[in-house]
């Protein structure tokens, strides 16, 4: 069955150090990850999607498949970028995403 | 263009009442979602509307859950009785395209009911 795993519930670093969420899969065949992000008082929206190879907002992830991982890594934390960010993945066959329990991750002044 | 709009943005019910929750798609989209997270838990999959039709339920927990999507305009969710583990943030999003692979991409989602059972 499909799961995304998040180890970490709650993340905290300083503002300017590096930042890294993890991510961790289960997935038969090819998966397709995303990264959403929910700031305060916002709805959630997509960060990333792995098939784009995009950085947003300085982020990056990258899919490593021999791990069944996705992190989410950032060199340099800001401030605003405290929020709650969830992994999810596209279950193929049906058009849902399965998330991950989501990192709330706070960057201290 | 507005988002996609859901009321109430909170409630408080008791154990054993009923409680309807609304959602309005962005104007045109032919898809909308029912997800919602327990506290502590994952976002999980409730259900998914192709304009009227409900193309997957999969995910709806029980029969206490009842959604409708008529006219494929706005969504409801009632939750009737309502119990203690119903408690939670309920999301819908919506997307225009069908293609599986606008997933993810496509999707706007609303900010949520926050709804307690007490």
């Known amino acids: 069955a499909q799961r995304v795993t998040q180890p970490e519930k709650l993340l905290s670093v300083f503002k300017g150090a590096p930042v890294e969420l993890k991510c961790n899969y289960s997935?038969?065949?090819?998966?397709?990850l995303f990264w959403y992000v929910q700031y305060s008082r916002q709805r959630l929206q997509l960060l990333l999607r792995?098939?784009s190879r995009e950085s947003i907002k300085g982020f990056t992830a990258d899919l490593n498949k021999g791990e069944t991982s996705f992190h989410l890594k950032k060199p340099f934390a800001q401030e605003e970028d405290s929020a709650m960010y969830y992994c999810?993945?596209?279950?193929?066959?049906?058009?849902?995403?399965?998330f991950g329990q989501g990192t709330r991750l706070t960057i201290n002044p | 263009e507005a988002g996609v709009t859901q009321f109430p943005s909170h409630s408080v019910i008791e154990k054993g009442q009923t409680v309807t929750l609304r959602c309005d798609p962005i104007?045109?989209?032919?898809?909308l979602y029912w997800y919602r997270r327990v506290m502590g838990k994952e976002i999980k999959f409730l259900l998914h509307?192709?304009?009227?039709?409900?193309?997957?339920e999969s995910g709806m927990p029980n029969n206490r859950f009842l959604a409708e999507r008529t006219g494929g305009t706005y969504s409801t969710l009632k939750v009737q009785p309502a119990e203690l583990e119903d408690s939670g943030v309920y999301f819908c999003?919506?997307?225009?395209?069908?293609?599986?692979?606008?997933?993810?991409?496509?999707?706007?989602f609303g900010s949520g009911t926050r709804l307690t059972v007490v």
């Open positions: 997935y038969s065949g090819s998966p397709e």
């Open positions: 792995h098939i």
């Open positions: 509307f192709v304009k009227e039709s409900k193309q997957d």
């Open positions: 104007s045109g989209h032919d898809n």
């Open positions: 999810a993945l596209k279950d193929q066959g049906a058009q849902k995403l399965v």
């Open positions: 999003a919506s997307s225009q395209d069908r293609g599986q692979g606008n997933i993810g991409r496509g999707y706007t």
